[in-house]
């Protein structure tokens, strides 16, 4: 059963960079045209797709909103990918989420981890 | 930059249906049957409830369905239960820029 679960600081300072890693277990992130996601939920808001990557088609997409701050890359050893964030402001507090990512012909997230809450406060 | 319009809230009472729409254009919903929704709890991940549209993954109840007419999705939730209460997001491929978006979020009540 693939499971997915998101560590990360917590905690984070204005102008820092966030950084958070999602351990996928039960399955490969290298599997067939599997994409892996990040996925946020500020307080009081919506959800936003910030961006996703496949690792057999050495793929990354990011939505629009986030592009220029945010980079998704992994470590398929450890079977791992993580979010970078920079210059975060109160703004990106917010639920952290990863998630498959279903592309081809497709486009929803099917596994999703619990969630990882970051605040940005100094 | 497209945008999925969804209600703010809707309510209903148990055992009767509601239907929760998910607006967007002509060059996405009106045009593809990438759409998918999601079930969140408070304090829980999103689960994802109808996908390609009309699908459901194993597991989901059949009391959810989904359809669409034009440029709106809609959610369908029939016999309404005390834990169907929680916040439902429609998400839809929106082209080769943008990609993807979730709607703005409808928080459902069972009175």
């Known amino acids: 059963q693939l499971q997915l679960q998101e560590s990360g600081p917590g905690l984070v300072e204005p102008s820092e960079t966030l950084s958070l890693t999602c351990t996928v277990s039960g399955g490969s992130i290298k599997s067939g045209s599997d994409h892996w996601g990040w996925i946020r939920r500020p307080p009081g808001k919506g959800l936003e797709w910030i961006g996703s990557?496949?690792?057999?088609?050495?793929?990354?997409y990011y939505g629009p909103s986030l592009r220029s701050r945010v980079t998704i890359s992994g470590d398929t050893s450890k079977n791992q990918f993580s979010l970078k964030l920079n210059s975060v402001t109160a703004a990106d507090t917010a639920i952290y989420y990863c998630a498959r990512h279903l592309w081809h012909s497709k486009w929803y997230f099917d596994v999703w981890g619990r969630g990882t809450p970051i605040t940005v406060s100094s | 930059q497209s945008a999925l319009t969804q209600p703010a809230s809707v309510s209903g009472s148990p055992g009767q249906s509601i239907a929760i729409s998910c607006t967007g254009t002509?060059?996405?919903?009106?045009?593809?049957?990438?759409l998918s929704w999601y079930q969140q709890h408070p304090g829980k991940a999103p689960r994802l409830i109808i996908y390609?549209?009309?699908k459901r993954p194993s597991g989901v109840s059949t009391r959810f369905s989904g359809s669409k007419a034009d440029n709106t999705a809609s959610l369908t939730i029939s016999g309404l239960q005390a834990e169907d209460e929680a916040d439902y997001f429609c998400c839809s491929y929106v082209g080769s820029h943008t990609f993807g978006l979730f709607g703005g979020g409808t928080k459902l009540t069972v009175l």
């Open positions: 990557i496949c690792f057999t088609e050495n793929t990354e």
């Open positions: 002509s060059s996405d919903i009106g045009s593809h049957d990438l």
């Open positions: 390609e549209g009309n």
